[in-house]
Structure formats: C-alpha cells, structure tokens
C-alpha cells in the first residue's frame, strides 16, 4: 500500500495547558511547573492508530529508572472514551511501539505529553512524531528490542539471553534459522563435506554474537547498580531492598533499648525467617555480642545472656495486630506458652511488627 505519512508535533502543533515554556522551532522548554506538573496538549485531532502505530520523540528531560512515576509520559484519548485518559512512560529518546498498548484503538482524538517536577531539573521536548510501521521502522524496533538492557531481577543471569523479554523477533531464533538455512544452501552449492564446516563455523559466530550481547547487558546493569550506589550513601545502603528489611528494628534497639557498652544477646530467629536475616542482625548488632538460635534454651542457659530478641513475626497472620496483644497472646506467639521459667526471666523492654526485646531478669 501507499506508505503512511508521519505526522508531527512541534511547538506549533502542542500548546502548554499547565505550567510554563518557550517553544524555538520544534523545541519545547519547560520554564515552570504548575502545581507539580508540566502539560502538553494538541487538542482536538484525528489520528488513525491503525496507520500510525509507532512514536518517535526524543527528549531532554531527567530520568530516574528507578522512579519510573517521575518519567515523562505520552498520553491520549479516544473518541469512545473522551473522559478516560491512556498513557504510557518515556523513559528515553527513541522509537516506541504504541500498537503494544490495547488503548491504542478506535479514533484518536487527543495526544500529549506529561512531565512531572522531579526535582532534577527542567524537562524539553526537542521532536516528536506518529510514524507507521515501515520495513526500516520494524528493523530498528527489532536491533532496539534487541540491544536494550534490562533491569536487575531474582532470575539466574546463565537464563537470561539479553535484550527485551518479549522481542518482535528473537534474536536466539533468527541467528539458529540463518545457520540452518545458510547451511542447506552450503549443502546444495559447496557438496556434503563443505556443509558441516559451514553450519559449525555459524554456529560459533552465532554463539559469539549472542554471549557479546550478554556480556553488553550484564555491563549496563552493573554501571547502572555502580551509580546508584555512588550517590547512595553506605549507612543507607544497609537498609536498601530485601537484604535491609530487619536493619532499621536493629537500628531503633541499638539507638533507644540497649546500653551503649557491649552486652550478650541472644537471636531467636522466626523459622519463617531465612537464616541470612539472623546472621545479618548479629553483624548489625556489633559491637554487642550476639549469637543466633532458632528457639530458646533452658532456663539455666539465659543465664549467659542480658537480652533476649525475637527477630521476625512468628505468626502467619498481620504482624501490625501483635502491636496490641495481651502478654498471653505474645507468649503463645511466641512459642512461650508452656515456659513458666522464661515468662518469669523475660521483660519486654521494646515490641514492633518486627520483633521483640526482652530484658533477661537477673
């Protein structure tokens, strides 16, 4: 068919319907936000979704990743919906698929652009436009989704290829259906004894572009982490993602419930509980000597310690409820019920939804 004509939006095509901004040419600065906000708008159009499915914009704006709240954003309305607002988050210059969005359908009759006052500075917007799916196009969203690095997650980097999690087009697949094909067509022109030193010596190129791109994503993710971590100060890294989830209850017993010279305490760890929480509550506790058990000893053991903490809930229930339970509630929580001997020897001295501190009686 007839190729679909772009369709741009420039500083005579968006006006400013919240904060401030001077538009030179294409450009649009930002100067001001209005109650936190900056608001781009083209009014009443009419845009076909179904011929103009990709965004290309670029953009001079602070963006935090981490943040993706603060990012900038495209939106748009519908005919159908003119009340209900569809967007989605620019988190750097390029080309976007739009056509991935379900509300991108039906009649377009509004598009913008959002910026929200992040702190970091003032935003532009330098160009911005609709473009359709054209061969070049789908070619650069394919090396786009291929090269682009993913955050960090929980899963075994040896099963991560590298690039977007859901490509247009697998990279891993392209490469094996290129060695396949170029081999069959090795086997027809070069004979059975050229073939198998064809589709090997593709395979290994294969394999080297493919553990290349692995070693790109795997270098962005750790410069990413290293920047992060420059401008995160060490006594608040401690406290930073699952890894810090008891430091601050060991922090508020260190700064409020226990005396400052070293004292002997005893961790009982909630089974719940990964065994790294105890031992990393123990190296947080320092310079206090601690050590760590997964229930407590016998009366004449506590003898041997000054404080008592039960580190985690100990329940499978809201642990915010245990704040105002009544001492019968907690010892059975705890697992006390039956330990007359350790009822008597235990003062509560601190209780939050993290645990517990108890003074042993001397």
Known sequence: GNPVQPREFDGGELRLVAGRGETSGDRIDIDAFQDGIALLSSGPVQIDPERLRLLRVTLDAPIDREQPETAPAFFWRRADQPREVSRVTLTRSGLLELSADPGWRGAIVEVGFLFVDSGEGLPS????????????????????????????????????????????????????????????????????????????????????????????????????????????????????????????????????????????????????????????????????SSIVRPNLPPEARLDTVDYVVFLGSFTDEDPSRSVLESPRQRWNRLGLADREDAQALLERVHQDEQGVLFRVRR
């Open 125 to 288: 917007l330098e160009s911005a436009r609709l473009e359709g799916e054209g061969l070049g196009n789908q070619l650069a969203l394919a090396v786009d989704q291929w090269t682009t690095a993913q955050p960090w997650t929980q899963q075994s980097a040896h099963f991560v290829t590298g690039g977007a999690s859901n490509p247009r087009i697998s990279l891993t697949a392209l490469i094996g259906i290129a060695a396949l094909g170029a081999a069959v067509l090795g086997l027809l022109l070069a004979g059975r004894t050229a073939a198998p030193r064809v589709l090997i010596g593709l395979l290994l190129a294969g394999w080297v572009v493919l553990d290349g791109r692995w070693l790109l994503e795997r270098s962005a993710q750790a410069g990413a982490s290293l920047t992060a971590l420059r401008e995160t100060p060490i006594e608040a890294r401690r406290t930073l993602g699952e890894m810090g989830r008891y430091t601050g209850f060991i922090d508020r017993l260190l700064a409020d419930h226990l005396p400052a010279g070293p004292s002997r305490v005893l961790i009982v760890r909630d089974l719940r509980l990964h065994r790294f929480y105890g031992l990393r509550s123990k190296y947080d506790l320092l310079p206090h």
